[in-house]
C-alpha cells in the first residue's frame, strides 16, 4: 500500500544545529507540504512543493528550507534550530489542486 | 478576525446523540473545503470533502455556505470512537494558501 513516512518520528537538538527532517511518500503525488503543529496555532504551512525542482514558502518559512530532487521526497531543513522551532511536524501531500493531502505519522522535535 | 475559526470546544455528548459544528472563514474566494479528524498526538486524517450541495456519509454530514462563510460537520448517533479533535481546512487559489482551523474537541461519553 501507498504510504508516507517521516523520520525521525523524535528529535532532541541543541540551539543552532542544522536539523534535516525526512519525509517519503510512495503515492506518486506531485504535490508535497510541510506544516507545524503548536498549541494555540493549529496546523500552519511552512513550504511546499508542486514538482521536482519546485518549492514554495509557506506561511511560516523563515528559518527552514527545502529542497525536491525526486518525486518521493520532501526533506525540510532548520538552519540553525533555535527554542521557538520546537514543535510537531507534519508532511503530507496530496494528488494534485483541490484534492486531499495525506498525512505522515508526524516528528516530534525539541530545541533546547 | 481569523481566517478560520472552530468552536475549540471541548463538546462532550453522550453515545448517540448528535452534535454539531461550525467552521466560520473570513475570505469569500476560498474554493476549497475539509473536515479533517485528528487524534491526540496522531496525524490528520480527511474524514470529508465539504461540497456546494452538501455531502453525507453514513453518519457525517457536511454543509458549505457560501454566504454567511460557513461550514459546519453534524454526527448523528456519536459512537465513544468519534472522540477526536475535528480540523476545518480552507484552500485559496490552490494550494497558495491552506489554511486550518484550530480544531474542536469532540469528547463522547458513555
Known amino acids: 500500500d501507498a504510504e508516507i513516512t517521516q523520520s525521525p518520528r523524535h528529535k532532541i537538538t541543541e540551539t543552532g544545529r542544522q536539523v534535516t527532517l525526512a519525509c517519503h511518500q510512495t503515492?506518486?503525488?506531485?504535490?508535497m507540504f510541510w506544516y507545524r503543529q503548536d498549541l494555540g496555532h493549529g496546523l500552519r504551512l511552512i513550504h511546499y512543493?508542486?514538482?521536482?525542482?519546485?518549492?514554495n514558502k509557506g506561511e511560516v518559512s523563515d528559518g527552514y528550507s527545502v529542497s525536491r530532487s525526486n518525486t518521493e521526497d520532501l526533506p525540510l531543513t532548520l538552519e540553525s534550530a533555535a527554542s521557538s522551532q520546537t514543535s510537531v511536524y507534519f508532511c503530507?501531500?496530496?494528488?494534485?489542486?483541490?484534492?486531499?493531502?495525506?498525512f505522515g505519522p508526524g516528528t516530534r522535535l525539541t530545541v533546547t | 478576525r481569523k481566517e478560520v475559526e472552530q468552536d475549540p470546544g471541548p463538546f462532550n455528548v453522550p453515545e448517540g446523540a448528535t452534535v454539531a459544528f461550525n467552521c466560520t472563514y473570513s475570505?469569500?474566494?476560498?474554493?476549497?473545503f475539509f473536515w479533517y479528524r485528528q487524534d491526540c498526538r496522531k496525524e490528520p486524517k480527511l474524514l470529508m470533502s465539504?461540497?456546494?450541495s452538501g455531502n453525507e456519509d453514513g453518519r457525517f454530514t457536511a454543509q458549505l455556505n457560501r454566504a454567511s462563510q460557513y461550514i459546519s460537520l453534524l454526527i448523528r448517533d456519536s459512537k465513544l470512537s468519534d472522540s477526536a479533535t475535528y480540523l476545518c481546512?480552507?484552500?485559496?487559489?490552490?494550494?497558495?494558501?491552506?489554511?486550518f482551523g484550530t480544531g474542536t474537541k469532540l469528547q463522547v461519553i458513555p
Open positions: 481546512v480552507v484552500t485559496l487559489e490552490g494550494y497558495q494558501k491552506v489554511t
Open positions: 512543493s508542486y514538482g521536482v525542482q519546485d518549492t
Open positions: 465539504v461540497y456546494s
Open positions: 475570505n469569500s474566494a476560498s474554493q476549497s
Open positions: 503530507a501531500s496530496s494528488a494534485g489542486d483541490g484534492y486531499e493531502q495525506y
Open positions: 503515492w506518486n503525488h506531485n504535490n
